[in-house]
C-alpha cells in the first residue's frame, strides 16, 4: 500500500503480513506517544508522520495518547503545543486523544494482580543498592533480600504505598523475573516508585507513579494498539513489554521498532532543546533556529514540505544522521512552485538615475512566478530613485563582476538598463549613493539594437517602498554532531554565534506592506521569506528567511571543520 507520501518499509510489510495472517482481525491501529515534557521537534515529526500515515493508507486508526506517568517534569503549556503541532502536521487522531494518566487506576490493578500471582514484590533497597545488585551484561545480578516476601506482605505494602504512608525513595514495586537474565531490562525491573508530586492532570490523587516500561505496554494494550511502533533504543525492551502482557494475560499489541532520526547540526533532544530555551541562548521553543515543529511552522515550513521530508528519509532499522540541507531542500522545492516572487533590499545602496523625469513614476510589469505563467504579473512602481543591494556594487569589479560597476551596464529586473557614472563617498570613502543614466529605449530590460548586458539585480522604488525587520537564519550549530563532544566539554559550545542576523532596514516593494501574517514568498535572488505570524502587524510585517535559494551547505561545512 502507498500513497505518494508514503514509501513501502519494512513496517509497511511486517503489518501486510499481519493482515493477511489475520492476526488483530485485519485491523490497523497505531498511536503516537509523546511524553508532554517539552515541545515536539522533527525527530517526533518523522514518527507522526509514519504511525498516522499507516493508519491513513491502511484505513486504520491513529491515536495521539500522552504519556503523562513523570509527574515531575509535565507541563500543561507542552501538552497543548504538542496537540496544535499534531494537527497542524495533519496527524488526524479524530476524537482519539487519550492521557495515559487516566489509566492510573487501572494500572495499579493491574500491578495488584501480579502481585497476587506472585510476579512482583515490594523491594527496600535503596536506589544505589538496587543498582549494584543488578549485575553487568557480563555478570548476572543478585537476588534482593526482599524478592521472597510473601503475597499477603507484598499486596499489603503496595497498597499502603499507594495511600502514601511511605516517603519517597524508601521502597518500590518490582516484577519477579529473573536476576539473571542476560537481558539487563528483565532483571526484576521497577515497575512503580515513590513520589510525593503533584500531577499536572491527577492533581495529588497519586503517589506512587508506573515506570516506562511497565506502562507503556498497559496504555497500548488499553487502546487496543494492533502495531506499537517506537525507536530502536526500545529494541532491548521489547522482551519485558512482552512479558508483562503475557503475565496479566490481557491484549496483546506488537512492538516494532525503526531507528530514529538524527539531523546534523543541530540536536534532537528535548532535554539540550530546554536547555537553549531556559539558558536563552535561542528566542524560545518557537524560535525559528529551533528544530522544533513550532519553530520551524515560524520558519515558514508547511506541513506537506515536512511530511515530503519524512517520506524522503524513509524508515530504517540502522541509525545515521540527516543532513540539514535534505531538509532545506524539501521546503525550497515546494516554494519554489507556489511562492510569488518580490523585491527587497537587504542592506540598501542608493541610486540615482540622472537622466530620468524628476517626477515621472512608471508602473513596470514583474512576472509573479516564472515557474508558473498562470501565477501572472503586478505592476510595480519606478522612480528616478531607487535602492539596490550593496553587494551588487562595486568600484573595483573582481573578475567576471557582471553587475554594476563604473561603466558598465547593467539591468535593472524588468525595467531600464542602466550605467554607472560616479560615485557619491562619505568622509570615510565609503559608497553612499550611485549616480547612474539609464537608456529608455530599453525599457522592460532589453536592448533593440540586441547589445549584450549580462546582469540583472532586482531593485525597489526608494520614493514607494519602506523598510521592514528581515530576520537570517543559519544553522543552530557549527559542527555536523554537535552532542559529540571531549569528555568535560559542553555541546552548547558549538552553538553558531552567527545563527541569527537582524537586518532593520530592508527597502521592500509597496505591495508587500499589505501583506498578511503567514504568508510566503520569494524574495527575488535573496531565498523564501515568510512574515512572522508572531511579529507582524498590519501595515508592518516583520520577515523570516525560511531558506536560501541554492544549498549553501557546501560552504557552511568547511567553516565547521
Ligand atoms: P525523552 O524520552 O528523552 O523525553 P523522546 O524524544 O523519546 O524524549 P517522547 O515524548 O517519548 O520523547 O517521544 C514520543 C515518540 O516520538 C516516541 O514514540 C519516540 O519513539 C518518538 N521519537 C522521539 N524522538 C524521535 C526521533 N528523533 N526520531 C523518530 N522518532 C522519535
Ligand atoms: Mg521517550
Known sequence: METQETKSNFIRE??????????????????????????????????????????????????????????????????????????????????????????????????????????????????????????????????????????????????????????????????????????????????????????????????????????????????????????????????????????????????????????????????????LVRDNHVNGWDDPRMPTISGLRRRGYTPESIRAFCSEIGVAKFNSIVDIWVLENAIRNELNKTASRVMAVLRPLKVVIENYPQDQVEEMDLANNPENPAAGTRKVPFCREIYIETDDFKEVPPKKFFRMTPGQEVRLRATYIIRCETVVKDAAGNVTEVRCTYDPATRGGTAPDGRKVKGTIHWVSARHGFTAPVRLYDALFTKRAPEDVEEGRDFKENLNPGSLEVLNNAWCEPDLKKVSAGSRFQFERLGYFFADPKDSKPGAPVFNRTVTLKDTWAKIEQKGK
Open 14 to 275: 511486517i503489518i501486510d503480513a499481519d493482515l493477511s495472517s489475520g492476526k488483530f482481525g485485519g485491523r490497523v491501529h497505531t498511536r503516537f506517544p509523546p511524553e508532554p515534557n517539552g515541545y515536539l521537534h522533527i525527530g517526533h515529526a518523522k514518527s507522526i508522520c509514519l504511525n498516522s500515515g499507516i493508519a491513513r493508507d491502511y484505513k486504520g486508526k491513529f491515536n495521539l495518547r500522552f504519556d503523562d506517568t513523570n509527574p515531575s517534569k509535565e507541563e500543561q503549556e507542552y501538552v497543548d503545543s504538542i496537540i496544535e503541532d499534531v494537527r497542524w502536521l495533519g496527524g488526524d487522531f479524530e476524537d482519539r486523544l487519550f492521557f495515559a494518566s487516566d489509566y492510573f487506576p487501572q494500572m495499579y490493578d493491574w500491578a495488584m494482580a501480579l502481585v497476587k500471582k506472585g510476579k512482583a514484590y515490594v523491594c527496600d533497597l535503596s536506589a544505589e543498592e538496587t543498582r549494584r545488585h543488578r549485575g553487568t551484561p557480563s555478570e548476572p545480578g543478585k537476588d534482593s533480600p526482599f524478592r521472597n516476601r510473601t503475597v499477603e506482605e507484598n499486596a499489603d505494602l503496595f497498597e499502603r504505598m499507594r495511600k502514601g504512608e511511605f516517603p519517597d525513595g524508601s521502597r518500590v514495586l518490582r516484577a519477579k523475573i529473573d536476576m539473571a537474565h542476560p537481558n539487563l531490562s528483565m532483571r526484576d525491573p521497577v515497575m512503580y516508585r515513590i513520589l510525593h508530586a503533584s500531577h499536572h492532570r491527577q492533581g495529588d490523587k497519586w503517589c506512587v507513579y508506573p515506570m516506562y516500561d511497565w506502562a507503556h505496554g498497559l496504555e497500548d494494550s488499553l487502546e487496543q494498539i494492533t502495531h506499537s511502533i517506537c525507536t530502536l533504543e526500545f529494541e532491548n525492551h521489547r522482551p519485558l513489554y512482552d512479558w508483562f502482557l503475557d503475565a496479566l494475560e490481557i491484549y496483546h499489541p506488537r512492538q516494532l521498532e525503526f531507528a530514529r532520526l538524527n539531523l546534523s547540526n543541530t540536536v534532537l533532544s528535548k532535554r539540550k532543546l530546554l536547555e
